[in-house]
């Protein structure tokens, strides 16, 4: 599959899945929620080809980074209606980063190499 296929429809995924939300917060969080991107994702990963290996660590290792982001999600509403849209974004990333490193740490304990 040539790979401005593969950009055009990923990119139509992201301006769809924003028009959505501009119309309607809820639907339009209830689309991102879903793991559309992951999903082709899988599936350009199965058409090209690649190892079955491959795509299940994709999958494996995108559950578990999945994780750390959503305390993201609960605090960023909170923090953007105190200190407005760009604090609350690079606190939440912060924040990300900080909740991947100890999810890291404490894989690794359970014999889970996430890095």
Same mark, same amino acid.
């Given at each position: 599959?040539?790979?401005?296929v593969?950009?055009?429809?990923?990119?139509?995924?992201?301006?769809?899945?924003?028009?959505?939300?501009? !119309?309607?917060?809820?639907l339009?969080?209830?689309?991102?929620?879903?793991?559309?991107?992951?999903?082709?994702?899988?599936? @350009?990963?199965?058409?090209e080809?690649?190892?079955?290996?491959?795509?299940?660590? !994709?999958?494996?290792?995108?559950? @578990?980074?999945?994780?750390?982001?959503?305390?993201?999600?609960?605090?960023?509403?909170?923090m953007?209606?105190r @200190?407005?849209? @760009?604090?609350?974004?690079?606190?939440?990333?912060?924040?990300?980063?900080?909740?991947?490193?100890?999810?890291?740490?404490?894989?690794?304990?359970?014999?889970i190499?996430?890095?």
């Amino acid at each position: 599959m040539p790979l401005f296929v593969k950009y055009l429809i990923t990119a139509l995924l992201v301006v769809v899945v924003s028009e959505i939300a501009r !119309h309607s917060g809820r639907l339009g969080a209830l689309v991102a929620a879903l793991p559309l991107v992951t999903v082709l994702t899988l599936i @350009w990963l199965h058409v090209e080809g690649a190892p079955s290996a491959r795509i299940v660590d !994709h999958a494996w290792y995108t559950f @578990w980074y999945v994780l750390p982001t959503l305390p993201m999600f609960l605090l960023f509403p909170v923090m953007m209606a105190r @200190w407005g849209f @760009w604090p609350a974004l690079s606190c939440s990333a912060l924040l990300t980063l900080v909740c991947f490193l100890v999810l890291v740490v404490t894989m690794k304990r359970f014999g889970i190499d996430l890095l």
